[in-house]
T-cell receptor, first 113, second 111 residues
Framework: KAGVTQTPRYLIKTRGQQVTLSCSPI?????VSWYQQTPGQGLQFLFE???????NKGNFPGRFSGRQFSNSRSEMNVSTLELGDSALYLC????????????FGSGTQLSVL | SQKIEQNSEALNIQEGKTATLTCNYT??????LQWYRQDPGRGPVFLLL?????KEKRKERLKVTFDTTLKQSLFHITASQPADSATYLC??????????FGDGTTLTVKP
């Protein structure tokens, strides 16, 4: 069974640009969550999608948005990039139950210059 | 405000000893608590889950306890090995399904 796939693996952008990150969950998983990881803030929850609907949301500005497609693949978009958006962005998939373990991808390392 | 604290950023122990990692929380009512392992450049990997009505869970050399009165979880690795060196994260999950991770503890097991 293939794991969670995130693309691209690395990304370099400049301030003000926008970026779209992609996540393909494990087959059969209907929940996809996104996290931002930085050395100073740790792993911060962005949002979770389940069956194409946003089910939970963290405390990030509206510049961070996401969506989920009917095949459960998910994309995350960050508009008007700021230097502080430089981070490792991780997505995780699960079957969707509250007590389900999360399967993480290897992440997209975003650098904003 | 809600807060999750994992004991010191770094923990160094000798091979063969038991490593004990702590996860304390305030102003949370978690339904579940999970522990993950993260290696450099990789995403976290699930290790154990414990429910609010469970006191202890074991899996091979791993043991986790959950004390909702103390608002604390302890994660033990017995007979530790250098291969156990990694960052360990605790995560609290509420009944609404929202997960919050601690900052992690980096464990180094020296041969």
């Amino acid at each position: 069974k293939a794991g969670v796939t995130q693309t691209p693996r690395y990304l370099i952008k400049t301030r003000g640009q926008q970026v779209t990150l992609s996540c393909s969950p494990i087959s059969g998983h209907r929940s996809v969550s996104w996290y931002q990881q930085t050395p100073g803030q740790g792993l911060q929850f962005l949002f979770e999608y389940f069956s194409e609907t946003q089910r939970n949301k963290g405390n990030f500005p509206g510049r961070f948005s996401g969506r989920q497609f009917s095949n459960s693949r998910s994309e995350m978009n960050v508009s008007t990039l700021e230097l502080g958006d430089s981070a490792l962005y991780l997505c995780a998939s699960s079957l969707g139950g509250l007590d389900e373990k999360l399967f993480f991808g290897s992440g997209t390392q975003l650098s904003v210059l | 405000s809600q807060k999750i604290e994992q004991n010191s950023e770094a923990l160094n122990i000798q091979e063969g000893k038991t490593a004990t990692l702590t996860c304390n929380y305030t102003n949370y009512s978690p339904a579940y608590l999970q522990w993950y392992r993260q290696d450099p450049g990789r995403g976290p990997v699930f290790l154990l889950l414990i429910r609010e009505n469970e006191k202890e869970k074991r899996k091979e050399r791993l043991k986790v306890t959950f004390d909702t009165t103390l608002k604390q979880s302890l994660f033990h690795i017995t007979a530790s090995q250098p291969a156990d060196s990694a960052t360990y994260l605790c995560a609290l999950i509420t009944n609404a399904g929202k997960s919050t991770f601690g900052d992690g503890t980096t464990l180094t097991v020296k041969p």
